[in-house]
């Protein structure tokens, strides 16, 4: 039962790890003691965000082991986007049926990429034997006024999503019943697999939004937590829902709104800001190439009302699935 | 493959949950929001552990689950005791197999009664279906020059242990071995099951200490730690290892060497520090009501040195289990 530490096989693991701490000089001390030891800029709040990732639940069992350490991080990367938060270090908690060398070694290569991209450096962990899971918690800085909340939706904001929506849940779909994918097939894929946190344009929209939120369980039910925990309501113009030419040329003109509505995995950002944000938003977008789509307004009235084109209300036939539902 | 967040089932465990949010005036933002929002104390270091526990692997099956509630969070506090930190917050990644309230509302409460008797509150989290396991990371505070670390044992340095050891192994093999229970052998079970970590120690001794590290693995892989990472080796005095009156009840005068300093869980704290600090030292010992043993001597050459009562050379048969043997 009693699981000792240190193994030739963790050695191992520890080596290839070690490649993940990037030097940061606010990184007091890292990996190897009982504890890390950071130092948190002054006049900034320190944040943090865990998720798990399980075998068979949130990834298929073949999927790359790369792309594996590539989500891992991006998702919880994506936590620091909604906040506007710069992130600064990571721990990750890897439980291994058993030590493959090359596993370790792609699933590094994944996390590493976009850990450099972002200046993350990995500061504590904890490998241990069992079904194939794990956790990242990421943790960031950002200034005590500058962090974008759930909270704080105000009647009038326009409400935003960044990129595009529904390519990714497009992706698993195409995952689940294509046995060869096309080359614009994998390009759906990839945005299942690889998602890109939208990190810069967290920071740059902080001082403008009045809330945010990341989309990974879908639009409605994301942009509903910002609306509940706000006190508001939304309307959204469906025809406004920024669509990937891939996904179109995949869906043609058959886009269906409740799919993409309550497509998950998507990763973009979701936010509200005044009016008076609108020159600033389109600046941004131009800065980062990268669409920022106006899609409705927040209004008083609870809930969310959907309009198509010619502004008649439309009804999404559902808006989740059951978590613990046996599949 | 997708899995949504917000279900009954999940709304249940996230009512639990909340009861773990001792409220902090340093949570800014706590469970509810893309990440947690956290005030570092000026002049402080951030301080982060994390560790998971594999059901089958870390605990038995069977385990209640108050007490896995209970060690979750003690393993991680350990080592915010190792280095001499205050803890302030914790983050819970938990992966259930089911919903089972009662189980769920068994693990809070073991969470909880730790939790505020060290006033650490819950502060994020993530609940998935898959193999149980938890992972828990824990945050706390240490003044910049205080926190104690594994690399600063010095030559002469007097080498302590709290508490006694080789309770929770032997523990493990009643459990292990032993149907029913008597009332001697369940307290040590209870060292195994919950132990109490050194936090307080750890915070008393962190202006003397040169070095520090939680027992986990048992004393000579983990003072081994120490001296390595340190430089230096050690000699110890078998027969001031500290040792239970239970343990001694089992084992009667038959100690067995070879399992006191391998044996793991202790979660006690092993750390060196000079000999100008030993009145300094009894004075905590008294203070706390815990024994604090010093039981060798940190020396230049490398490696440890083992002595009997006679002064005669022992050998210890191994120093640790291969963590991905086949069990």
New interface residues.
Partial sequence: ???????P??ALINQYFKQLTNPRQDV??GV?????????Q?ES????????????????EDVSAEALGHKALAVNLS??A??G?EPS?A?L?L?LP??DEQWVAGFCRGFAELANRFNVSL????T????L?L?V????M?A?DQ?M???GAQVGDDIYVTGTLGDA?MG?RLL?STQALTAAQQKLVDRLERPHPRVEAGIALRHLAHS???L???LL?DLGHILT?SGVGASLQLEQLPVSAKLRAVMGDDLDWSRLVSA??DYELCLTLPAAGREAVSAVARQLSLPISRIGSVEAEPGIRCFDKQGAAWHPPQL?????RTS
């Fill in positions: 039962m009693k699981i000792k530490k240190e193994t096989e963790f007091v001390l190897g003691d009982d504890a890390a030891l950071l130092q948190v002054e709040l320190l944040v943090v965000s865990v998720d798990t990732m399980v075998s068979g639940v949130h990834f298929f936590d620091m909604a906040m938060a270090w721990t908690a439980t058993e030590v500061v504590g962990g904890d241990t034997r069992g079904p899971s956790t918690q990421i943790h960031g950002v005590k962090a909340r759930r909270d849940a698993l689940e945010a939120i990341d990974s369980d879908g039910a925990q998950g995995d989740g699935f059951d978590h613990f």
